[in-house]
């Protein structure tokens, strides 16, 4: 430790990895441990969306992102990229799925390959949390509803009222300082031809900028 | 031709006998492929991208990635340590070199006769990053193995020369501990014997010869590339242990490997940081070879 | 222990109290992390969820934020505010006296960011440790009349001394509770992350909205760093206090890495307190003292003090203080009460100690005799 590994180059994930592996409890050890979360893959790479317990879904997450990255990356002419797809899926129909649906649809992706849910666990019954993992534009319908658009909702309504009366205090601010400042130009010095062309467009521009918010 | 030769006994020496002669790998390793891809992309298209960082920088400046452990990274610290290294490499020449190459180390030695000493050996080993960063060579010298760890970034050193540019077949020579003294012999007074430029780094597929048992690691165990002899010490439950400990499915595990890298993309954010530098002092460095080479027909007349 | 019991009596004499029994304890506070909070916390990060905001009315949060407080800015090396409009009452005196080793400065708020080797200019390697300063502020002075801890810091004579508090990191007041940001509200310092109380003699008071910069310490002088250290769970003995175990054969049975025999018998025959057993390592405050200050730069606010053992994780938060080792106090005076002039633009970033070799210098070589 305490050096990179040169040998290989892979590409950045997009997601949030954790220092350290989970062990996930097996009795087959490090290879045991790689064998559950095969199927995990092969699952996902499947159907596209799972719900499992957080843990293994978190572990299997960054598998299935480098093993996409990777097909990505070195294409299916690639030996040792084969290899992986062939251990990580196990029904070998899903491998062409990875090369011939999976790497188009990501290639151009400049956000994470998966999106992970938490999803509420049963009462009563295993403790353990549980999570939905999914491949982004899968074909089911999506499982958070986009409310982000909704004006209607009480606190919008409030914000868009304060940012109008924000935007024309500012406004009028704005518009005081520069009649202040004409006026004392006006007051100060006869000749000013020069500036009042200037102020003009920009008052005009201003109350432009007041009637858009309006509107 | 060189000190190995002379020193292998006949019956060594016929089997084993050290070959400048270069063998170039046909396996898509990795030193292939990095001989390959910047030479091509030197070729396609210079004029029409601005300047990439070579995709070799990774192998020639391994210091220069941090440690990929995550608790212990913080982008401030690594930039400063760059900058420090970078102001010790415009005052001493560092050079390329890889484990497995022949060096010449000078240092400042407070106890040494002259306040000098050199030492010359083969890199064993490589470890280490940012101004940590260090090697150790190793020589025979009087019949006793010596073996000095110096670190990279040290000012107390004070020239580095590379007397043999190459790599081995393993990543870290320590089983030459273990080898026939001939195989970590090397004369003190070594001439330089430069690569030609541009040429790939050549890798030496030597295999040394080990002594009996008992060793100082279970080199059975580490699959390696470069010893002859392994089986005709080790006897059955060696070879059963050794199969215990194998783990094939390392190289499929992509997170672990994942979590021992440093990600593309942030290697090329480090190295563009640094490469016009690097560059511009790998230019000088060759300006200066010139400049020797130019002057060494004078003196010889 | 022994010190505890001194600085016990020592405490009792001073305040004249009469108290028949006094307890020792070995390190006078519990063994375990603390589960609740204290009755006078306060809440600090506000729950967060997801507002459903439209993107218009985020964007214009966010334009309310930087109009207060200034854009967002890149300054040392740290991701903050430009803070332009900082109110810098004049309540607090800026006094003139001059600096003796009794007064007390203020403190600065860093993080660990690592640690690497310097070389001396004799060849020898020093391990050094890297604190950056953090976007510092000072958010408030608190004079001594008016100093009264709920919690009383282990200070000898508490009101001769005010307090200051100073703010690190400055973070959106979005994800703030509404009481917290209110401490920062008289100080117009933008709500940050951190917060520390430095303990100070009036004479080295320092205005609300002052930003600390490195500049604070200087080349060469000792601080003490305090710092919460990494915490390792319930540990046994072997790693907590570093014994050596019992051997892995030759008869050993189930004692590997056991304490082994923990007192005598008769009238002594019960464990003594303070006795090196098993129990939680780590996640404690441990202050470093006397570390030399042997780099300094001033464009990321990073200083280089001696060793790797400063308390606290890489990226951790310490608090650098001025030493209390009498024989390391400066010579001569430090900025009082703290640098108010930024270095000049040609300056060099690096400020080196003497000793130590400037990786711009050339190789280090010795003399023959």
Known sequence: MNQADVSKLMSQLRIAVRPTKRNLKNPDGPEGRLLKLRKTVTALVKHERIELYYNRADEARGYAELLISNAIRHGDRHKATMELADYWLLEKQLVHKLFKVLVPRFENSTVSYTRMFKAPRDYPGMYYRKSVLELRGNPYPALIPDNSQNRNLLHNVLLDEARKEFRREKLASLANKLAAETENATASTIETPAQAPVTDPQSEQSKQAEEAPKA | MNINVRILTKSVSQQYAFKRIVTFSTKPTQQAAVAAVPQQQEVTGPSVRKPIVPAHYRFVYPEFLPDPKIEWRNAIREKLERLDMLDRRRQIELPEFYVGSILAVTSSDPHAAGKTSRFVGICIHRERCGLRARFILRNVIDHQGIEVVYELYDPTIQKVEVLRLEKRLDDSLFYLRDALPEFSTFDENMEAEPLEEGAPVPINDIKVVLRPRPWLERWERQNLLGVANIEQYIKDKHRKSAEKVQKPWEKFDLMKQYRATIPEEEQKEIFAEVHTELHTLELQRKRNKRKRTFVKPKHLA | ?369
């Open chain 3, 1 to 369: 222990m022994l010190r505890t019991v001194l600085s016990d009596l020592a405490r009792l004499r001073l305040n004249g109290f009469v108290c028949s029994v006094t307890q020792v304890r070995e390190k006078g506070h519990l063994n375990r992390p603390r589960l609740r909070n204290p009755y006078w916390f306060m809440r600090k990060q506000r729950s967060q969820t997801d507002d459903q905001v439209t993107g218009e009315n985020r964007s214009f949060i966010k334009e309310v934020i930087h109009d207060t407080y200034g854009t967002p800015a890149l300054i040392k090396g740290v991701q903050t505010y430009e803070q332009k409009q900082l109110i810098k009452t004049n309540e607090v005196p800026v006094s003139t006296e001059p600096w003796t080793p009794a007064v007390r400065r203020c403190g600065l708020i860093a993080r660990k960011i690592g640690q690497y080797p310097l070389w001396l200019k004799n060849g020898e390697r020093i391990r050094t440790t890297l604190l950056q300063v953090v976007d510092n502020h000072v958010i408030k002075y608190t004079p001594p009349e008016e100093y009264k801890p709920t919690q009383r810091p282990n200070v000898h004579n508490l009101n001769r001394y005010g307090c200051i508090l100073v703010g690190a990191e400055s973070t959106n007041p979005a994800q703030l509770t509404k009481e917290y940001c209110g401490i920062f509200r008289d100080s117009g310092v933008m709500p940050t992350k951190n917060l520390a109380r430095f303990i100070v003699s009036p004479q080295a008071a320092l205005a609300p909205g002052t930003p600390l910069n490195v500049g604070h310490f200087r080349v060469g002088e000792f601080v003490d760093v305090r710092g919460k250290t990494v915490y390792h769970g319930f540990q046994g003995v072997v790693k907590r206090h570093g014994f050596k175990g019992m051997p892995a054969s030759h008869g050993v049975t189930k004692t590997h890495r056991r304490p082994g025999n923990i007192g005598g018998g008769g009238e002594k025959g019960r464990v003594w307190p303070g006795t090196k057993l098993p129990g939680h390592m780590g996640n404690r405050w441990r202050i470093t003292k006397g570390l030399r200050i042997w780099r300094i730069n001033t464009k990321y606010n990073v200083m280089w003090v001696q060793g790797s053992a400063v308390p606290g994780s890489t990226n951790g938060l310490v608090y650098i203080y001025d030493t209390i080792l009498p024989l390391r106090k400066p010579q001569v005076a430090p900025p009082m009460p703290t640098l108010y002039e930024q270095p000049e633009d040609d300056a060099p970033d690096d400020i080196w100690y003497e000793q130590v070799h400037n990786f711009k210098d050339e190789s280090i070589t010795y003399k023959p005799e």
